[in-house]
């Protein structure tokens, strides 16, 4: 299988303006360099404590953020040199699924509607091949066709999450950002949504970009994982080979802190000092540095290179120079 997305140095500043004038007096660094690629059918998992910049990454990957900067090639075409009119009708190949499906679902519309909505847009079905498609998409994700004519407000957490999916998958998207699709939803139900994807993964050949803060799930469901810190990749590399040789103290600090399901068996804990830099000011050197048990000299100066220290492992810390 080949590449299917690619990106290159993306960025996201936010404006903070302050004034009489509202001049721009600096900017929130969301996201902050990042690269990586990914390949089709491939789940690629990007995790990190909450403000890293995850969700940011996949709403600028799809421009429902406009990036400050970078290049993101999708299928070799770049997706922020389209116009909006271009950029429309290529929105029916990269979809994604919210995390709180109650607040991406239009409470005044039944579910019909709400699927029936982006065919409409970006097809040329006629109504009765647009009912066909609802009850189909109903099916798909484990829900029966008649319940397409209730309100988001008549599901539970984990049938509005399947909602969001048969949404996504409604027009035969090849990538979909999946942002935190379980995080609000029961354990029980998470591992019923996490199979559901992945058996759509592999009907449709679809490819995802899961996002979540949760270790456990990301460990599950991907084939590669980023580990984000302040809007940058500090670590990469393929699932297990991640979970078994973390490199990056801040991803040693992060799987510690996974709960083991047996009481008897006890696992050391790092726990991190100091807080979150703020990320319109972030620390000079690596910005890990002020937590970091292992900082040297030079962390507080230059900024480490993400570079490949085993066969597909990538990190960026100076530990490996």
């Known amino acids: 299988m080949g590449t299917l997305l690619e990106v290159n140095h993306l960025k996201k500043y936010f404006p903070i303006k302050k004034g009489l004038l509202r001049r721009q007096a600096g900017a929130v660094k969301a996201v902050d360099d990042v690269s990586f690629s990914v390949g089709e059918c491939e789940t690629f998992g990007v995790v990190g404590e909450s403000g890293c910049g995850k969700s940011t990454t996949g709403r600028s990957i799809l421009r429902l953020l406009e990036p400050t900067s970078g290049e993101v090639k999708f299928d070799g075409v770049d997706v922020c040199k389209l116009s909006p009119e271009e950029m429309r009708k ?3 190949h990269m979809q994604i699924v919210f995390q709180d499906p109650m ?3 239009d409470p005044r519309w039944t ?3 709400i699927l029936a909505e982006p065919l409409k847009l970006h097809t040329d079905m006629t ?6 498609r609802v009850k189909e998409l109903m099916e798909e994700v484990g829900l029966p066709s008649y319940h397409a004519y209730k309100y988001p407000h008549e599901f539970s957490g984990g049938q509005r999450q399947r909602i969001g999916i048969a949404k996504a998958l409604s027009l035969n998207p090849r990538f979909i950002v999946c942002d935190e699709p379980v995080s609000a939803l029961d354990v029980s139900i998470q591992s019923q949504v996490l199979n559901l994807m992945k058996d759509l993964q592999e009907k449709y050949k679809l490819t995802y970009l899961f996002i979540s803060h949760d270790l456990s799930v990301v460990k599950y469901i991907s084939d590669r994982i980023a580990v984000m810190y ?5 670590e990469l590399a393929k699932a297990d080979e991640l979970f078994a040789h973390m490199l990056h103290p801040y991803t040693q600090a992060l799987i510690s802190a996974i709960p083991l399901p047996d009481p008897h068996i006890k696992r050391d804990r790092i726990v991190l000092s100091g807080d979150v830099p703020n990320p319109s000011a972030p620390p000079s050197g690596c910005t890990f540095h002020e937590r970091c048990a292992h900082c040297k000299q030079i962390c507080k100066e230059a900024r480490p290179e993400f570079k490949e220290v ?3 492992h990538y990190v960026a810390c100076h530990l490996y120079d």
Do not use: E, N, Y
Request: hydrophobic share 45%; net charge positive.
């Open 90 to 92: 290529f929105r029916k």
């Open 103 to 105: 607040s991406s679902l």
């Open 111 to 113: 579910v019909d509607k």
């Open 127 to 132: 109504a009765a091949q647009v009912d066909d």
């Open 230 to 234: 302040l809007g940058r990749i500090v």
């Open 310 to 312: 085993f066969p597909g």
